[in-house]
């Protein structure tokens, strides 16, 4: 039987987060690496909308 383990190009292994004005879950981005703890917003529409 074949090992279950995720191959990396498997995307439902990445951490993901709820944007913090819409809800919905985004998902790590490379771009995001180094700061993955400050984003908050998933798009520029929703973090001009937060305020």
Do not use: F, I
């Not at 191959?7 to 790590?28: E, R, V």
């Amino acid at each position: 039987m074949p090992d279950r383990t995720p191959h990396p190009g498997n995307k439902s292994t990445l951490p993901s987060k709820p944007c913090a004005t819409c809800g919905l879950p985004m998902t790590w981005r490379r771009k995001w690496a180094k700061n993955w703890d400050q984003v908050k917003y998933c798009s520029e529409r929703c973090r001009r909308n937060a305020k």
